[in-house]
């Protein structure tokens, strides 16, 4: 086990090279010269121009400038802002709880829906309800959720007045972050029972939005995983021993069934942060794909470039968790590695 | 013991004969009501886009803000002038949602084109050659996977700056992998079987073997991961155009038009609505059509 | 009273190209301990046969009978719940491939305990009390320690072991075994027969062997049953139907044994088992038949009563008219024509 564990964390570190590549060559490639680009507009006199040459090792051979650069990422200074002179460490791990939040409760409806309609559609195979179940999941596979969120709005909050339309919660709440999680924040450490309230009528339509096509992927997954587990020589077997139905489904296909799901789910993580930049745009939601967003239109480069590298770093150790969960619920690689 | 369940004898019409391959490859594809209706949709969409000229009321470009947000014909205000409103300058959207048609077909197929150029001679080459070359190639690729596709696209966008062909050339990229990855299992699984060792024996080269032994054999896979790409592309490259990083005003590609239309959600649906919509259609369309062609080509997974 | 009686069973199964008949009018009897052979090659039915005895046939498949009955039990008409409590339980079943026949995510001592709590009623502490007498009895060294470990842990005969185990895990009143043998080591082979066979001698079990080795048939059967592409084409005595088959087809696949050959070369059947596309009208074995004639060619031939057995044959062998009566419905098989 533990060396199942060693290989798998072995086999991130060139990915993670590639990454801080791309990051560092980020900020390089964009046209002009990149103390100017780190600068942004507002210009920067010569002298410190120089002195910031010397700090980056811009006058240094490109090997040792991606040293120093390694070095600094792994210090944890990711430099700073161009426009707000905070730490892009900082400030991204001051957003990332709201991302968080909203990723976590757009999986969790993701999946509450996702493996129950997966389940039932291989079960009553051909039936209305699995046809039904793969032509919505497609539909939402194929949803521009940029739109879809528009749509959403455009419904529950213009028509029926029943959602806010933007934010994380209503201007009249101030809540102190403790957790980062508002949800949690508003609950436990708020004396005002409106903000709890407020913070999750607030995250019900980003939720919708963001878990509309993981939903899709881990029906449409567990669906077929299913299917191929019911044709198994094992379903044959339980069947012969007169189990009942629901048993074979819930336990003994269902068990095997997850493995793939689980997988799929993991991977789900960089289509969830891919989405959280739309929804959260969308939505106004206080998170870093917003910021990500706006460091474009500012051309904040450093934020750009450490928000990046952080963001693949997070999906990266996702991914590797996934992994050995995998390893986990899976006992011919927990007991063969 | 299952197959030998399905592959059991005894039929009850004995004069039947087995069908031809294309037929009974169309068969299992047009018995598949989903994949039909896609490939109609996408015949509509190309028929639309190449008449553009022809089907468009009014220039996707011409504004004139006395008639701005009038909306579809239905609803009080509406006229048969401009059957599915305006926009906030004037425009009619039905005008720019047919010249969109053409911006997102090519698009899609641009980008689909580019990435399996690339993709499958970098799969073809890290397959044939191994070693360091592949090393280096397929890391690359699992770089590329392991980012959240549209950051990707959107450093490639920040680097190069805004527009329509630098956000294609971004998605072409995030949607190399899969071409790639494709390309090189082909390859290896391809090379071990005899056709190819007969081919090299008889004195075939390594290119002439890449492009004219392997490449034909895995066909069928890219076929279907092109379907499934351009529906990524469209989507992707929409919403890259949604936040700004895409087709830049007045082009009237689906999500620059969405990008514009988003301040006015409260007061005109319909500018909002309309160009979703079309990408909706669109992207489901082509990835019915990729689903049907999946099973079609592999009816043994259909069961 | 007879354990199982089969009366005119079909399994048909719809396809792309049509409507395909895997067993096709199959009738048998077999008493409380019988041990009957069901022999065939691939896809001859006779796997399909059971499983509709035991109510396993996958959807879309369809099975229709005239009578489908277990210790007096009408299969045709019995609710779900009921069958449930008969399988597994009065009649069991262990299959070819015993390490995918066994659940990879479960435990060997989960799923052996699985049915003796089901069928049983019993406690955990009995079941696995229970289940480690049965290992045992199957001939698995340190029972105590196996019930912990999963099924890619075991060996394939290790596995069907197992399987055995669950089977017996009941007392059965009647065991099949689908080609128990056929993914095993061929000295794993005769360890595993011989074990069914004391099992079935200890019980009074009837076993049904499903098999397309006639060797496996003759170390084990009292009684053989030869089918051919869904049809029965031969039924008797083992004894009988060693010494001498009545069947051509009977015959060959005795031919194609190899402690039976003759000369240099193993005799084989030439041809394959017809498909979904060549069906032949008459007789289902006359193209690959040595004494077809244009008469069976065109002329299907009804299971009879024959020499203490049953034959679908228009000339048995046995038959002391046969090269009258091929001669005179025009020969086009190769050695009646010469």
């Known amino acids: 086990m533990l060396r199942f564990i060693l290989t798998r964390v072995s086999l991130i570190i060139p990915t993670f090279i590639g990454i801080t590549l791309l990051t560092f060559f980020l900020i390089r490639l964009v046209p002009g010269d990149p103390i100017e680009t780190m600068a942004g507009e507002r210009g920067i006199d010569p002298a410190r121009h120089e002195l910031l040459r010397k700090e980056y ?147 019900i339509l980003p939720t919708i939005v963001l878990g509309t096509v993981p939903l899709a992927v881990i029906a449409r997954m567990t669906r077929s995983a299913m299917l191929e587990v019911l044709g198994e020589d094992y379903i044959r077997t339980a069947k012969a021993k007169g189990l009942s139905r629901f048993r074979i489904i819930a336990l003994h296909a269902l068990r095997n069934a997850l493995i793939p799901v689980v997988t799929v789910i993991g991977l789900q993580v960089g289509v969830l942060f891919t989405g959280a930049i739309l929804t959260e745009t969308i939505f106004s939601w206080p998170g870093v794909g917003k910021w990500l967003i706006e460091a474009i239109f500012r051309r904040d480069y450093p934020v750009l470039q450490g928000g990046v590298l952080l963001l693949g770093i997070v999906v990266m150790t996702v991914n590797l968790l996934v992994d050995l969960a995998y390893g986990l619920i899976n006992p011919r690689i927990r007991h063969t590695r | 013991m299952t197959a030998e369940t399905m592959d059991a004898p005894a039929v009850a019409a004995p004069t039947a004969t087995p069908p031809h391959p294309l037929r009974e490859f169309w068969g299992y594809f047009s018995a598949n009501h989903g994949a039909v209706a896609g490939l109609v949709v996408i015949v509509a969409v190309v028929l639309v886009a190449l008449l553009a000229d022809v089907l468009a009321p009014h220039s996707p470009y011409l504004t004139d803000t006395t008639i701005a947000l009038k909306p579809p014909f239905w609803q009080e205000g509406g006229s048969f002038t401009y059957p599915l409103g305006t926009d906030p300058i004037g425009r009619d959207i039905l005008s720019r949602l047919i010249y969109g048609a053409r911006l997102s077909l090519l698009i899609g197929i641009m980008v689909v084109a580019i990435s399996i150029m690339v993709g499958t001679v970098l799969g073809l080459v890290s397959g044939f050659f191994r070693g360091i070359i592949e090393i280096f190639i397929m890391r690359l690729m699992d770089v590329i996977l392991t980012l959240p596709s549209l950051l990707l696209a959107i450093v490639i966008v920040a680097i190069l700056g805004p527009g329509l062909m630098n956000s294609m050339l971004a998605v072409a990229l995030i949607i190399m992998p899969h071409y790639v990855r494709l390309a090189r299992a082909a390859v290896i699984s391809e090379t071990s079987k005899d056709y190819v060792t007969a081919a090299r024996v008889s004195g075939a080269g390594t290119l002439r073997l890449m492009f004219r032994e392997v490449l034909p054999n895995c066909t069928a896979p890219l076929i279907v991961q092109a379907s499934l790409g351009i529906s990524t592309a469209i989507l992707d490259a929409a919403a890259l155009g949604f936040l700004g990083l895409g087709a830049q005003p007045p082009s009237p590609e689906w999500g620059t038009m969405l990008a514009d239309a988003r301040e006015f959600v409260l007061r005109a649906w319909w500018v909002v609505t309309f160009p979703g919509l079309a990408i909706l259609i669109t992207v489901l369309a082509f990835n019915l059509l990729g689903d049907g062609l999946r099973d079609a080509f592999d009816p043994k997974l259909k069961r | 009273m007879a354990l199982v009686e089969i009366e005119n069973l079909s399994v048909e199964f719809p396809t792309q190209g049509g409507i395909m008949r895997a067993v096709d009018g199959v009738s048998l009897r077999l008493e409380e301990g019988e041990v009957l052979g069901v022999v065939g090659e691939s896809g001859s039915g006779k796997s399909v046969t059971m499983l509709a005895l035991m109510g396993l046939i996958p959807f879309p498949g369809r099975v229709r009978a005239d009578k489908l009955s277990f210790n007096g039990r009408d299969l045709l008409t019995i609710s779900d719940k009921d069958r449930r409590k008969l399988t597994g339980k009065d009649v069991a079943m262990i299959f070819q491939e015993p390490t995918t026949s066994l659940n990879p995510s479960f435990t060997v001592g989960f799923q052996l305990t699985e049915t003796l709590r089901l069928h049983e009623g019993m406690d955990r502490k009995a079941a696995e009390r229970r289940a480690v007498e049965l290992l045992g009895q199957v001939g698995i060294p340190s029972p105590e320690s196996r019930l912990s470990a999963y099924p890619h842990q075991l060996s394939g005969g290790m596995n069907q072991r197992v399987m055995i185990a669950m089977a017996i895990a009941c007392n059965p009143k009647l065991l099949i075994a689908d080609e128990p043998t056929t993914a095993l080591d061929v000295t794993i082979q005769a360890q595993i027969l011989d074990l069914l066979m004391t099992l079935q001698k200890e019980r009074r079990m009837g076993l049904v062997m499903i098999t397309h080795n006639m060797g496996v048939v003759a170390d084990t059967a009292k009684r053989v049953m030869v089918m051919y592409a869904g049809q029965i084409m031969e039924e008797r005595s083992a004894d009988d139907l060693f010494a001498s088959p009545q069947h051509p087809y009977t015959a060959a696949l005795l031919a194609a044994l190899p402690e039976r050959s003759e000369g240099g070369r193993l005799a084989t059947i030439p041809g394959v088992v017809p498909g979904l596309y060549d069906r032949p009208k008459g007789c289902l074995f006359s193209p690959r038949c040595a004494y077809a004639t244009e008469h069976s060619r065109h002329v299907r031939p009804d299971l009879r009563p024959w020499a203490g057995g049953h034959i679908r044959c228009h000339y048995p062998l046995g038959d002391p008219n046969r090269n009258a009566e091929i001669q005179h419905d025009h020969p086009v098989g190769t050695e009646a024509a010469s």
């Not at chain 1, 949803?143 to 879809?148: R, V």
């Not at chain 1, 933007?166 to 949800?183: A, H, K, N, Q, W």
């Open chain 1, 57 to 203: 090792g811009f006058d240094r051979p490109i090997l040792v400038q991606y040293g120093i650069y390694i070095a600094r990422v792994l210090q944890g200074d990711l430099s700073k802002s161009v426009i707000t002179q905070a730490p892009v460490l900082d400030e991204f791990l001051a957003l990332f709880p709201a991302t968080i939040e909203l990723a976590v409760c757009a999986i969790l409806f993701a999946l509450v829906i996702g493996l129950p309609a997966g389940i039932l559609a291989a079960v009553r195979r051909n039936s209305i309800f699995d046809h039904g179940v793969m032509g919505i999941s497609l539909a939402g596979y194929s949803m521009p959720i940029f739109w879809w969120g528009l749509i959403l709005i455009l419904l529950f909050s213009v028509q029926f007045d029943l959602t806010p339309v933007s934010g994380r919660i209503d201007v009249l709440y101030y809540i102190e972050p403790v957790t980062g999680f508002l949800l949690i924040d508003s609950l436990f450490f708020s004396e005002d029972e409106g903000a709890f309230r407020s913070a999750l009528a607030h995250l």
